[in-house]
């Protein structure tokens, strides 16, 4: 949907950037002073504090030699800040960076070489109306000092504002030390005093060094590039190319790929539904993701005119989604799927064999995510959670066999008891058996309980086994929580996704009407005390529900939904995803049957709503036409609008103020237990 953009103040122990002109283009200004206050505990707290707390780590890596990591982690409010740790000598976190501005966020940190950290930085501001993101990359020393932009700022002259600040595509140059190489998108440039013109425009990469910011041209500006992908030696060797009709994008790309020794660009012969996602210079190979039988593959293609395809990972069961790469040279070493839980296909047995020997030695055979790596691969970051457990960061060390433990990605939950997840399945009124999770409050006989239906985002998502905060909150308030992976969930194959949930949104919500069925048939919980509750999507198909089985669920809890169908397409137009959208959502009778907003006087159950004020996923308009909509046929609803805040409502007093609130409306309409 439409991108968004942010009035920012950004300190580098400290260091502030701003947007000027509303958003015109970014300025930098140095300003250094001392900051030194790391926060890695908390004191007690009540459900409520607890689980609408952020993260305690937001991203993690580690130095190439091993010896410090790179920590986001949350400062007061919403704001981020990035801390140094020196391993080695178990010294005091340095804070290095710090977002103080709610309407940015630091999304990712990363070491450039062992002194030198890259972070991204995103940001949204609203301008004439609509919400546009902006993004820019940043380095800064392990110390706080040097702090620089890597994004290039655009000339005074451009006819148009950069919102991309570019993505790194690879960390390691051959032959070029302290260099990376970066993408960089370029807008004309014109001036009637000068005549000077630029009429250079599109994405391009550029060499980087990241020590003295000095730049070369890799790839020069293409306004049909959509994507480079370079190889592990730091080569680019793939590029999408996009194409348009009447300045919108069509929705089809190709590929063109680059022989390993030559500069020529040459056709990539791949068929239509696959997708390059890496190169491996060793083999000479692309690892792109394409579909077989119904269900998302990865494959290996030849990059020497043969197109050469090898079929790498398959399931019958379950879309292969993810690509797991590890190392400076981001290394493949395997690729993973969810069953009733997420899954890996490795390629590197080391790796296998220590997954399932950690998956052993660690209590609740947790799932085993490996996260970043020292240059030689001989220390590995590694988190393992599970459903009753958000997750720890640990350190491996494979010359020593020393596994340390360093981070919890959530403070205070170490000693908090947890309801159990587990999988579960119902029939749809057709018949069909629909995959899901239930979590029980802990110690519960799972009998006559109050219950939510928790339908998940998306509608491209699912919902996968593991912990979840919302449910786990709610299932320590005493409440039953199913998660079910409806029709036109994502990770299931075609058929299961259908025509996405929207265009098939009468059996998405079908589903999940269902699901809330199922709980009372089987005497978990009390029809007189069932809920649902969701999010972004999930508050659509909550309000949905209400539409299509009125008074089946006793309260509606919805979270930035999307409310009318129609309004979601309208909303893109002047993007040039616009098409995309509008494709998307499709056309017909079911825009307007579909639309919750625009049903109102169908909705008999109690309404409560939140939405963030500068939400660029789902337009806050959706809630308040909804309030105006139930308000025009003699109804209410409980809104909440939170001022400043984006879709994801990622602020701990928010959260904390929502649950709250959530847990108020839901006694009220359901009763004590």
Not at 50 to 69: C, E, N, T, Y
Not at 127 to 149: C, E, H, P, T, Y
Request: with cysteine; net charge negative; charged share 25%.
């Amino acid at each position: 949907m439409a991108f968004a953009t942010g009035l920012i103040s950004i300190c580098l122990a400290t260091i502030f950037w701003r947007l000027i002109k509303l958003l015109k283009y970014f300025s930098a200004i140095l300003m250094f002073t001392a900051w030194c206050t790391p926060a890695f505990s908390q004191e007690s707290m009540n459900d409520d504090e607890l689980f609408g707390a952020r993260l305690s780590v937001l991203d993690v890596s580690i130095s190439p030699d091993g010896s410090k990591l790179a920590i986001i982690a949350p400062g007061g409010k919403s704001e981020e800040i990035v801390y140094v740790i020196n391993i080695e000598t178990a010294g005091q976190p340095k804070a290095v960076l710090r977002n103080n501005d709610p309407l940015g966020e630091l999304i990712w940190c990363n070491w450039a070489t062992n002194d030198r950290v890259i972070c991204q930085l995103r940001t949204v501001e609203r301008d004439q109306g609509r919400l546009l993101s902006f993004s820019r990359l940043i380095v800064v020393d392990d110390d706080g000092a040097n702090a620089g932009m890597l994004t290039q700022p655009k000339g005074a002259n451009a006819l148009s504002i950069i919102q991309d600040g570019g993505s790194v595509i690879s960390w390691d140059v051959d032959g070029e030390d302290d260099t990376i190489l970066m993408t960089r998108e370029f807008v004309p440039e014109s001036s009637n005093g000068t005549q000077i013109y630029s009429n250079q425009e599109g994405l391009g990469v550029d060499a980087v060094n990241v020590k003295t910011l000095k730049r070369r041209r890799a790839e020069k500006p293409r306004n049909v590039a959509a994507r480079y992908i370079a190889d592990d030696s730091g080569r680019v060797r793939l590029m999408a190319v996009r194409t348009f009709k009447d300045g919108y994008l069509r929705g089809d790309t190709t590929y063109l790929y680059r022989d390993a020794g030559k500069d020529d660009w040459n056709p990539f012969e791949i068929a239509e539904d696959m997708v390059p996602v890496a190169v491996d210079s060793r083999t000479n190979r692309a690892f792109a993701f394409g579909t077989k039988d119904g269900f998302a593959s990865l494959y290996s293609i030849s990059l020497d005119g043969n197109e050469t395809i090898d079929l790498l990972v398959h399931r019958d069961n379950a879309d292969v989604d993810s690509l797991l790469r590890i190392g400076r040279k981001n290394r493949v070493v395997g690729a993973s799927y969810a069953t009733d839980r997420r899954q890996i296909a490795f390629f590197d047995e080391e790796l296998k064999g220590l997954a399932a020997s950690l998956q052993k030695a660690l209590p609740g055979n947790p799932l085993i995510e490996f996260v970043d790596s020292s240059e030689d691969e001989s220390k590995l970051l590694i988190i393992a959670s599970r459903d009753v457990d958000p997750g720890m960061v640990y350190l491996f060390d494979k010359n020593t066999k020393r596994l340390e433990e360093l981070l919890p990605l959530r403070n205070g939950m170490a000693d908090i008891e947890m309801g159990t997840m587990r999988t579960v399945s119902y029939p749809a009124a057709d018949g069909t058996e629909i995959p899901a999770y239930l979590t029980l409050p802990p110690r519960s006989d799972g009998r006559d309980l109050p219950a939510l239906v928790m339908p998940h985002g998306g509608p491209s998502a699912r919902d996968e086994w593991g912990f979840d905060w919302l449910a786990q909150y709610f299932a320590r308030q005493g409440y039953a929580v199913l998660q079910p992976n409806y029709r036109g969930s994502a990770g299931y194959g075609s058929d299961w996704y259908m025509r996405n949930g929207f265009q098939s949104w009468r059996i998405a919500v079908g589903d999940v009407a269902d699901a809330g069925r199922w709980l009372v048939n089987q005497n978990i919980a009390d029809a007189d005390k069932l809920a649902i509750v969701g999010w972004s999507y999930g508050g659509y198909a909550a309000l949905q529900s209400d539409v299509v089985a009125p008074g089946l669920f006793k309260a509606v809890v919805a979270i930035a939904p999307v409310t009318d169908l129609g309004m979601l397409k309208s909303e893109a137009e002047g993007f040039t995803n616009f098409r995309l959208v509008e494709k998307f959502v499709g056309s017909g009778p079911h825009v307007s049957a579909g639309s919750p907003a625009r049903n109102a006087d169908s909705i008999v159950s109690p309404v409560l709503l939140f939405h963030g004020e500068y939400d660029e996923n789902v337009s806050v308009n959706h809630s308040r036409l909804m309030v105006d909509a139930l308000k025009d046929v003699g109804k209410s609803a409980n809104y909440v609008e939170y001022k400043g805040l984006d879709h994801y409502l990622d602020d701990s007093e928010t959260r904390r103020s929502m649950l709250k609130t959530t847990t108020t409306f839901l006694t009220e309409h359901l009763g004590e237990d």
